[in-house]
C-alpha cells in the first residue's frame, strides 16, 4: 500500500482479550489489510497491517509477551502470556516491522476504509510475499 504523503497518519491503541498487552499503532485513515489463508493466519482470523517499526510502540513489558517460531524461524509470533491472543508480531516478510491484527485494535471502525485483500500463503507463500517486502518501510 502507498501512503500519499499528503494523507495524515494517526494513532490507534490495540491490544489482547485481557488487557495484559497493549500497543499503539500509527496508520493513515485509508488501509489496506491480507487476510492470510496459511495455517495459523487463518486458524486464529489475522487480518494483517504491515507497519513500521517506528510507527508501532509497544505499551507494556515484553515480559508479557510469550514468543513461537516455526518452519524457517524468521516470523516471530508474540502471544499474550496470560490469554494466548497474537494481536501483532513480527513477520517474515518485514522483519524490520509489525504487523498488527485490526481486529485487535481498540476501535477498527476508526479507519475510513480497510481494503481486505486476499494473500494466498497457503498455496505458495514465498511468491505471494514479494509484494509485501515494502510495507515496513516509513515513507
Not at 489463508?37 to 508501532?56: E, M
Not at 498455496?123 to 515496513?136: E, F, K, V
Amino acid at each position: 500500500m502507498t501512503t500519499p504523503e499528503s494523507e495524515a497518519l494517526r494513532w490507534h491503541s490495540g491490544g489482547c482479550h485481557c488487557g495484559a498487552v497493549r500497543y499503539e499503532t500509527q496508520a493513515p485513515e485509508d488501509i489496506e489489510v491480507e487476510d492470510c489463508n496459511c495455517s495459523i493466519c487463518s486458524k486464529s482470523g489475522y487480518l494483517h497491517l504491515i507497519v513500521p517499526a517506528s510507527r508501532f510502540r509497544l505499551l507494556t513489558p515484553r515480559s508479557a509477551l510469550l514468543e513461537y517460531r516455526f518452519n524457517t524461524g524468521c516470523a516471530r509470533h508474540l502471544f499474550c502470556a496470560v490469554c494466548g491472543v497474537k494481536s501483532f508480531y513480527v513477520p517474515r516478510s518485514n522483519p524490520d516491522g509489525y504487523s498488527v491484527n485490526i481486529r485487535c485494535l481498540d476501535d477498527p471502525r476508526s479507519f475510513r476504509t480497510i481494503r481486505i485483500v486476499p494473500f494466498d500463503g497457503l498455496s505458495d507463500w514465498d511468491a505471494q510475499a514479494s509484494r509485501l517486502a515494502d510495507r515496513s518501510k516509513a515513507t
